[in-house]
Antibody, heavy 122, light 106 residues
């Protein structure tokens, strides 16, 4: 059974850093990629970053490129989101989501964690 | 860009609810639907535009291809309230979501 548990959220001052973790069980990062998606309170979903299976390819949204880094510890089945130079508009609930592949090999998000709240405020 | 309509939908129990999603350019059939309830993570309902995810009741159905898609709840149940999002996964990065449709039980 797939389970995703995020941690590491909290209150941080603008310009500071925070690292989120997402511990996964029930599958391996060797065969499934992982995404981070965020949601501002009362708003919609915004894709943040993806790491392909095995960790070889990584992509970022324009809003976080150069500030956030996605990585993983495959042996522990944990994916991380290192967030540097945080801004107030990074305040959101951050979800990790597991990749699944449709019949043509395109990836959608089939399982999500419960999310961890990041608040950037002085 | 993914555009959903309406923003809010109020439907009586047992009635049909239909949510529309339009893509600014073709996404083929690479379209997913998610349901989110307050304080919860999104839940996958539909992928491949029309394939129900495991455990999703058959009152939920998806249709469409290219740029026009619909999610239909054939007979709305009380537990079906929430916000519904479409998402394209054809043209990436980024993976983009619609702005959401709030479905309320009348």
């Amino acid at each position: 059974q797939v389970q995703l548990v995020e941690s590491g959220g909290g209150v941080v001052q603008p310009g500071r850093s925070l690292r989120l973790s997402c511990e996964a069980t029930g599958f391996s990062f060797r065969t499934h990629g992982m995404h981070w998606v965020r949601q501002v309170a009362g708003r919609g979903l915004e894709w943040v970053a993806v790491m392909s299976y095995g960790g070889t390819n990584k992509y970022y949204s324009d809003s976080v490129k150069g500030r956030f880094t996605i990585s993983s510890d495959i042996s522990k089945n944990i994916v991380y989101l290192q967030m540097n130079e945080l801004r107030p508009d990074d305040t959101a609930v951050y979800f990790c989501a597991k990749v699944e592949y449709d019949s043509s090999g395109f990836q959608y998000f089939d399982s999500w964690g419960q999310g961890t709240l990041v608040t950037v405020s002085s | 860009v993914m555009t959903q309509s309406p923003a809010t939908l109020s439907v009586s129990p047992g009635e049909r609810a239909t949510v529309s999603c339009r893509a600014s350019r073709s996404v083929g059939s690479h379209l997913a639907w998610y349901q989110q309830k307050p304080g919860q993570a999104p839940r996958l309902l539909i992928y491949g535009a029309s394939t129900r995810a495991t455990g999703v009741p058959d009152r939920f159905s998806g249709d469409g291809s290219g740029t026009e898609f619909t999610l239909t709840i054939s007979s709305l149940q009380s537990e079906d309230s929430g916000v519904f999002y479409c998402q394209q996964y054809n043209n990436w990065p980024p993976w983009t979501f619609g702005q959401g449709t709030q479905v309320e039980i009348k």
